[in-house]
T-cell receptor, first 114, second 115 residues
Framework: DQQVKQNSPSLSVQEGRISILNCDYTNSMFDYFLWYKKYPAEGPTFLISISSIKDKNEDGRFTVFLNKSAKHLSLHIVPSQPGDSAVYFCAASDSAGGSYIPTFGRGTSLIVHP | DSGVTQTPKHLITATGQRVTLRCSPRSGDLSVYWYQQSLDQGLQFLIHYYNGEERAKGNILERFSAQQFPDLHSELNLSSLELGDSALYFC??????????????FGPGTRLTVL
């Protein structure tokens, strides 16, 4: 039973356009959400996070939106660059409940075309 | 470079064998986590050590074990290997206990192939 779902295995976007990566979760106890980026032959790298007390967090070209009622979060990349081509993992944890280990989705492979 | 090192990068072995994967955390990090990533799967949490003590267990098989040594490096031991154990194994470290504002830093992974 996947508690964190990334339903799109891949996404293709033109350089300069917006990339939107989606993530759904089922566990209502999750209160901290993270996005990781992974290049081939490297480990995942932390990108951005959001606490459940917020509905938006922005860091440069990256913005994460959280919709708690829909149990949905999304990562927006604007503008997309070819160097953003990577696999993006969504993760969620229940820090208040003491289950601080994040649960990861299966990832979405983003390809940004020049 | 995350500062987390993992050895070896690649490992090819046969079914029934035993292997040891090694991880050195970032300088100053007390927590080490092990994850398994099989084909088309997300990162499956295996086990977490904090300052030498086991703190949390995930979907870790009984054939797998781990430890964290006084110098904080960690080893993941996989025994009686099966074909299905072929995967990428990642180690991650963090300063304290993972949670809010305490993200994990991942190593490059060890690719295990069981033939």
């Amino acid at each position: 039973d996947q508690q964190v779902k990334q339903n799109s295995p891949s996404l293709s976007v033109q350089e300069g356009r917006i990339s939107i990566l989606n993530c759904d979760y089922t566990n209502s106890m999750f209160d901290y959400f993270l996005w990781y980026k992974k290049y081939p032959a490297e480990g995942p790298t932390f990108l951005i996070s959001i606490s459940s007390i917020k509905d938006k967090n922005e860091d440069g070209r990256f913005t994460v939106f959280l919709n708690k009622s829909a149990k949905h979060l999304s990562l927006h990349i604007v503008p997309s660059q070819p160097g953003d081509s990577a696999v993006y993992f969504c993760a969620a944890s229940d820090s208040a409940g003491g289950s601080y280990i994040p649960t990861f989705g299966r990832g979405t492979s983003l390809i940004v075309h020049p | 470079d995350s500062g987390v090192t993992q050895t070896p990068k690649h490992l090819i072995t046969a079914t029934g064998q035993r292997v040891t994967l090694r991880c050195s955390p970032r300088s100053g990090d007390l927590s080490v986590y092990w994850y398994q990533q099989s084909l088309d799967q997300g990162l499956q949490f295996l086990i977490h050590y904090y300052n030498g003590e086991e703190r949390a267990k995930g979907n870790i098989l009984e054939r797998f074990s781990a430890q964290q040594f006084p110098d904080l490096h960690s080893e993941l031991n996989l025994s009686s290997l099966e074909l299905g154990d072929s995967a990428l194994y990642f180690c991650a470290s963090s300063v304290g206990l993972s949670g809010n504002y305490n993200e994990q830093f991942f190593g490059p992974g060890t690719r295990l192939t069981v033939l």
